[in-house]
């Protein structure tokens, strides 16, 4: 049989390609970019309530979250700890479980207290940290193990059976929310000495109480009721109706694309993020654990967009340079043809 | 347009040239910015080398990833297509080329006479379908994830977590793969391929002792027209 192309063929066979192509990658979208579901949950701190529980050692929101929690921290064997070839340290908050005062393995949440100078007066803040659950968390978009999953309820979770505890969640998220212990997960099975880091640790949303129609343990603890939980809708209406209320502000509508905490505050949130960077600067504190508040920080995934559009026109540019290359070699075949 | 040139024989055109040396390109820029996703280039020092602290930078080499994956899937799909249109099948594999490759290697060992080869031997061939079908799970998988990505889309966890594995599999088996390819060059008998990917000219001698059924459909044609 030859192998000779007539013009006709090439452009059954093309038509056929390209209808073939455009069918695939118009319908592969439908099939993978299903509407998202917005069963999603959420929660309101509003600052204006919050007092730390200052008469108390811990707040009741930290106290609760380590009860209710106690039992997925990590339970570390320290004989194993090894540091991270070639480097010579290694992460363990193992013989510091107690620390209350910042985010750990063993710390899921924390009261912030700042001073900060607004309307010509002098203010303590309170500031409730834990993990925003972001809409689009930028930690399950990069984690190079597919460890972290955003749940449809809202709840961002990482699995401590799948995480090697690179951290890398932890470097691209805007606010260092997840902590690392060594010394357990996946990579003690493999080669521990030489690859992965741990098991990374955050605040859950309480995913398992969710599930069965239940509030974070967070949220009931509060003896203040300044965190208030719902849906995601009722809960940014929420916020933004006791914002004017007060006329204060709203934190985690916008921020890294928008999550599923809203802070209300009196004190403008850029005035708050100055004073923990202050704090932060003044007791030489920079190491993951106690996060800052940057207003309208922007989704590191989001600028990607744009790339995302360019690697789904390639698909049909390739083809259609294809077509262009093939036609091109099939006018000049027959031109030849023709001369001789 | 027709080339010739005495005594060699014309083996790549300019188009086959071009992917080849664009998805080497592509794919050596992913490999070095897929890496710094792992992420390793911090943990093992490799961003003190001098120039290479950029490699610590995930916002850099997830770039570096995006546009390298965007150029592969060009060339990925400007190949399968411009070859599927112009009916060029000559490096897809054929009944017995795994009994056929292991004769050649066989005759290169004992130095004993090659069986008859087409454009491309049986080796060439089988190669050519293991480098194809990784290289189509690791785009295929690489677009799952970009749609991940996307803040309005919603793929399920569980093809997310396949991707991702399939991917870093994937990876580490093409980068087996490369240096496979690499190495054959080892054998003497392989290197007068060379200049075909870079000049697009193979010595005809070489053609003519290993190539003998292509040279023959090559000498067919010529007398034919």
């Known amino acids: 049989m030859s192998n000779r192309l007539t013009r006709r063929e090439f452009i059954k066979n093309s038509s056929g390609a390209v209808v073939l192509g455009t069918v695939l990658l118009t319908g592969a979208d439908k099939v993978f970019a299903q509407t998202k579901p917005s069963t999603d949950k959420g929660t309101v701190i509003d600052l204006t309530q919050c007092d730390g529980c200052s008469a108390k050692d811990t707040p009741a929101c930290v106290l609760a979250c380590r009860t209710k929690n106690q039992d997925k921290f990590p339970k570390v064997d320290s004989d194993h700890l090894k540091p991270y070839w070639p480097q010579k340290t290694y992460e363990d908050w193992s013989d510091k479980q107690d620390i209350s005062n910042r985010l750990t393995p063993y710390n899921w949440t924390f009261v912030d207290k700042v001073v900060v100078e607004h309307n010509g007066s002098t203010k303590e803040v309170f500031v409730p940290k834990r993990c925003m659950h972001c809409d689009n968390p930028t930690c399950a978009g990069v984690c190079p193990f597919s460890a972290i999953k955003k749940y449809e309820n809202g709840a961002v979770v990482i699995n401590d059976n799948q995480c090697m505890g690179g951290a890398k969640c932890r470097d691209v998220c805007p606010w260092d929310i997840p902590q690392r212990q060594a010394g357990v997960g996946l990579y003690m099975k493999l080669a521990p000495e030489y690859l992965g880091g741990g098991v990374m640790y955050k605040c859950d949303f309480c995913a398992d109480l969710l599930k069965v129609g239940k509030e974070p343990a967070c949220v009931n603890a509060c003896p203040k009721g300044a965190i208030s939980f719902g849906t995601k809708q009722s809960m940014r209406e929420l916020a933004y109706n006791r914002a004017k209320e007060v006329a204060g502000f709203v934190y985690g509508d916008k921020e890294n694309g928008g999550t599923s905490t809203f802070y209300v505050s009196k004190v403008p949130f850029e005035k708050i993020d100055k004073a923990i960077k202050k704090q932060k600067q003044e007791t030489n504190d920079f190491k993951p654990g106690r996060p800052t508040m940057e207003v309208n920080i922007e989704n590191k995934l989001d600028s990607f967009s744009g790339m995302a559009l360019s690697a789904a026109i390639a698909p049909i540019a390739g083809i259609a340079a294809a077509g262009f290359a093939a036609y091109n070699k099939l006018k000049g075949e027959k031109n030849n043809h023709e001369e001789e | ?225």
Do not use: C
């Open chain 2, 1 to 225: 347009m027709k080339r010739s040139k005495h005594g060699k024989i014309y083996r790549q055109s300019l188009s086959n040239r071009l992917v080849h040396w664009g998805a080497a390109f592509s794919i050596f820029s992913l490999i070095i910015s897929g890496f710094g996703q792992m992420p390793m280039y911090k943990r093992y020092n490799i961003v003190k080398l001098p120039g290479a602290e950029w490699l610590g930078d995930y916002s850099i080499t997830l770039l570096m990833h995006y546009v390298g994956a965007v150029i592969l899937i060009f060339i990925v799909f400007y190949h399968m297509f411009v070859h599927l249109f112009q009916k060029e099948y000559d490096a897809i594999p054929k009944r017995g080329d795994v009994k056929e490759s292991w004769k050649i290697i066989k005759a290169i060992i004992t130095k004993g006479e090659e069986p008859p080869s087409e454009k491309y031997l049986a080796e060439q061939r089988l190669a050519y379908l293991a480098i194809g079908v990784t290289v189509l799970i690791l785009v295929i998988t690489g677009i799952i994830k970009v749609i991940k990505n996307i803040s309005i889309a919603f793929i399920p966890h569980s093809i997310v977590t396949i991707s991702t594995t399939l991917h870093n599999f994937a990876t580490f088996f093409l980068i087996f793969l490369i240096i496979a390819h690499l190495a054959a060059f080892l054998i003497k008998a392989n290197r007068k391929l060379l200049p075909g990917m870079i000049t697009g000219y193979v010595d005809e001698e070489y053609v003519k002792h290993r190539h003998i059924k292509w040279y023959k459909k090559l000498v067919d044609k010529k007398n034919r027209s």
